[in-house]
């Protein structure tokens, strides 16, 4: 038997991932790629902020991504077998996790601060949109503080954490569990064939899953925000602003379209296996039976989770693009490059382990071969399949220049006329674009 948390037990436990018991490994990918994705999510959030620090849009939307990229990493402690010392700071992750995700909603519904709403004009003024990266947070710790303190604590707000143990040879009844709250003489069921193994998992109230699922039916409202605006922005050729800020709101559309599909695909398939199968909470796993209904659970649960990921992605490219192609020359291309790059890797990864679980059925092992017949002709056909995704990503995020970027250009391209930029070309295109004002 491996230790657990070795390196061994990790190719182990991924290797023994088999999306109907076993998906602790399932567990571990999301929370690693999350982990990822909150690094990425934090880097373009600090290049949209350093980009214009005094701009109150640019604290709004870095703050936003800086809150999104926190809501992704909701699980991040299965990438570790972490026993019951975890369960105290996992109680306290939940207030901020839960935090997040009431602060997301305001600020789904605040951008029409930003991007005027017909019927929400006055939350355009300046006293409104130049203190709401800092309003907006007080007032859901606050509201959180008050929600909190009038339940009487975390555990009666959200229910509490679970460790659960099952020995070698452990089977029904004989999983010991330990609780965040202290409740005891609490026993559950053990899967033989997996014995032994431990996790952590955490309890649902009824307020945690309202949390959990609003700010994905508020991103609904927030796009229908977004398309108002466009639409109700003047695209007018001759006013280079109105021209900006519609395609600011058709990217931020954009970006709510990505999350609404996903999330909300994934949450309406949540709703429809509980409405199928009956509710369930994953605490639910210390009383685990081995029958069919268990791994639809799991699909809807780490189906939503990865949703989330694809989501967060998609949001954070697109808001940037939206934000930064006129501050930033050439961000548009580099956003574009990541995403096809991100977006063929997933493709890539989703083929890999769908092809490895057909094989593993019909075949009953080796289903690294399935894996490999479909990783090959990815790898051989990568070019192709670049030059399809490099033209979706060109119609989601257009190229777009401003007066000024044109300006600088023409400049630039009567530089290099002779193919050759001198010292004192250099010297002035420089001047040329700190006059203009571009990074």
Not at 285 to 305: A, P, Q, R
């Amino acid at each position: 038997m491996v230790e657990s948390g070795s390196f061994a037990w990790y190719l182990e436990t991924l290797a023994n991932i088999d999306f109907e018991y076993a998906w602790t490994g399932v567990g571990i990918i999301h929370a690693f790629l999350s982990i990822l994705t909150l690094i990425f999510l934090f880097t373009l959030a600090t290049m949209i902020f350093r980009a214009r620090p005094d701009s109150s849009e640019n604290r709004f939307m870095s703050l936003m991504l800086y809150v999104e990229g926190l809501k992704t990493i909701v699980a991040w402690y299965a990438i570790y077998p972490f026993g019951p010392e975890i369960m105290p700071l996992m109680q306290h992750w939940r207030v901020v996790y839960y935090t997040m995700c009431l602060l997301s909603i305001f600020m789904y519904l605040s951008l029409s601060s930003f991007y005027p709403v017909r019927f929400l004009k006055f939350m355009t003024k300046d006293s409104i949109k130049n203190n709401l990266y800092w309003a907006l947070p007080a007032i859901s710790i606050a509201l959180m503080t008050l929600i909190i303190t009038a339940n009487g604590g975390v555990h009666e707000t959200f229910s509490g954490s679970v460790y659960v143990e099952c020995p070698e040879g452990g089977g029904e009844g004989s999983a010991l569990v330990e609780t965040s709250y202290g409740a005891e003489g609490l026993t559950g069921n053990c899967i033989e064939e997996y014995a032994p193994y431990h996790f952590v998992t955490v309890e649902q109230s009824d307020f945690g899953r309202l949390l959990l699922m609003s700010p994905v039916l508020t991103a609904f409202v927030a796009l229908w925000f977004m398309r108002s605006a466009q639409k109700n922005l003047t695209v007018d050729e001759d006013d280079e602003d109105a021209v900006q800020r519609s395609t600011e709101a058709r990217a931020i559309a954009v970006g709510f379209t990505g999350k609404t599909f996903f999330q909300g695909t994934m949450l309406f398939s949540m709703i429809y296996i509980s409405a199928k199968y009956g509710e369930f909470d994953s605490s639910d796993l210390i009383n685990v039976e081995l029958n069919d209904s268990f791994k639809y659970y799991f699909f809807g649960l780490y189906g939503f989770l990865f949703s989330a990921l694809f989501a967060g992605l998609f949001e954070g490219i697109m808001f940037t693009y939206a934000i930064l192609k006129n501050d930033v020359l050439g961000i548009d291309e580099t956003l574009r490059k990541t995403f096809s790059t991100a977006m063929f890797a997933t493709i890539g990864a989703i083929a890999f382990l769908v092809a490895s679980e057909l094989v593993e059925n019909l075949v009953g092992g080796s289903g690294w071969i399935g894996g490999v017949l479909v990783g090959a002709p990815l790898i051989v056909l990568r070019k192709p399949i670049f030059t399809v995704i490099n033209g979706f990503s060109s119609r989601l995020m257009p190229e777009s220049f401003t007066e000024a970027e044109r300006t600088y250009l023409e400049a630039y391209e009567l530089a290099m006329e002779d193919l050759i930029v001198t010292e004192e070309e250099r010297k002035f295109l420089q001047l040329q674009a700190k006059t203009l004002g571009l990074d």
